[in-house]
């Protein structure tokens, strides 16, 4: 069990890896999901919540996860 923490702590920060890749794709949902908060005092419950508070935002979750998908290639490959 030692090990295991030990090979964790030499463990790349995945966040900071990859933070010049995803914080610009996940910058249009935080900033719509922190303008309805401050608006209305809403965070959404659901995913079909969710999108609706994105879709009036003009953004959509898939277009984040289709981005995305070059992250996890790059993660594939590294494994």
Do not use: H, W
Not at 21 to 38: C, G, K, T, V
Request: charged letters at 30%; aromatic letters at 6%; a neutral charge.
């Amino acid at each position: 069990m030692a090990g295991d923490f030990a090979s964790d702590m030499s463990s790349p920060d995945m966040r900071k890896l990859f933070a010049l890749e995803i914080d610009p794709q996940i910058q249009p949902i935080l900033s719509a999901l922190s303008a309805r908060y401050d608006q209305k005092g809403e965070f959404p419950k659901t995913e079909d919540t969710l999108d609706s508070f994105l879709a009036a935002a003009r953004t959509r979750l898939r277009d984040v996860a289709t981005r995305g998908n070059a992250v996890q290639r790059c993660i594939q490959r590294l494994s």
